[in-house]
């Protein structure tokens, strides 16, 4: 069954570093999403990407990230200068087109644990 | 906030014994979903119940949604050690918008 896949799977970063998270996205998917999940806490919706621009975002976008779709297979979530509040669980997701029907869930990947030091 | 909201916060139970799960939210929904997160894994997607339909059955889940009251519940039968994991509902006002969800239900189940 076809799936999410992110890299790496921990990244350790100092405070004030840039960091990059990578997620493939299921083949035939076209909407994308990325989550974070604070150790304990619930999980939060950060961004969703549609047509090679960012359909909707929440509060806790700010203009310290920002997403890319460089090829047609990869999707990254870009934090520019990361702080100690950034330790996170990132979850990217994928869900088809509505075309192919209102309803379809969204398929998460495994998550980068992200450690800022 | 169209926030779902689990309870109980945790479950223990022993194998084969049949576990409920509520999930309350405040606005109107497209649908309701509900996942499951094995420790340190990411989210599995396990049943999406539209705003209209009220049950739905897959393998031992059963989740039902009431809509006049906001609610959905997860029954999953016939537990198993297997089954040990956090359930999450989740909530969004459209296909392909934010998914909200709750802080789910930790469920222990003990062989």
């Known amino acids: 069954e076809p799936e999410v896949t992110q890299t790496p799977s921990h990244q350790v970063t100092q405070m004030g570093q840039e960091v990059i998270l990578r997620c493939v996205p299921i083949s035939n998917h076209l909407y994308f999403y990325w989550y974070r999940q604070i150790l304990g806490q619930k999980v939060e919706f950060l961004v969703s990407?549609?047509?090679?621009?960012?359909?909707?975002k929440s509060e806790i976008f700010d203009d310290q990230f920002s997403v890319e779709r460089p090829d047609g297979s990869n999707f990254t979530l870009k934090i520019r200068s990361t702080k100690l509040e950034d330790s996170a669980m990132y979850f990217c997701?994928?869900?088809?087109?509505?075309?192919?029907?209102?309803?379809?869930?969204?398929?998460f990947g495994d998550g980068t644990r992200l450690s800022i030091l | 906030s169209q926030q779902g909201e689990e309870d109980p916060q945790a479950l223990s139970i022993q194998e084969g014994e049949n576990a409920t799960m509520n999930c309350s939210y405040k606005t109107s929904i497209n649908n309701l979903q509900w996942y499951r997160q094995n420790s340190g894994r990411g989210l599995v997607h396990l049943i999406l119940?539209?705003?209209?339909?009220r049950e739905k059955h897959s393998g031992r889940l059963r989740v039902t949604l009431d809509t006049s009251k906001k609610s959905s519940s997860l029954l999953i039968t016939a537990s198993r050690a297997a089954d040990t994991a956090s359930y999450f509902c989740?909530?969004?006002?459209?296909?392909?918008?934010?998914?909200?969800f709750g802080k789910g239900t930790t469920l222990s189940v003990s062989s």
């Open positions: 989740a909530t969004d006002r459209q296909a392909g918008t934010a998914l909200i």
């Open positions: 997701a994928s869900s088809q087109d509505r075309g192919m029907g209102s309803n379809q869930p969204q398929h």
């Open positions: 119940i539209r705003s209209n339909e």
């Open positions: 990407f549609y047509n090679n621009e960012i359909s909707e």
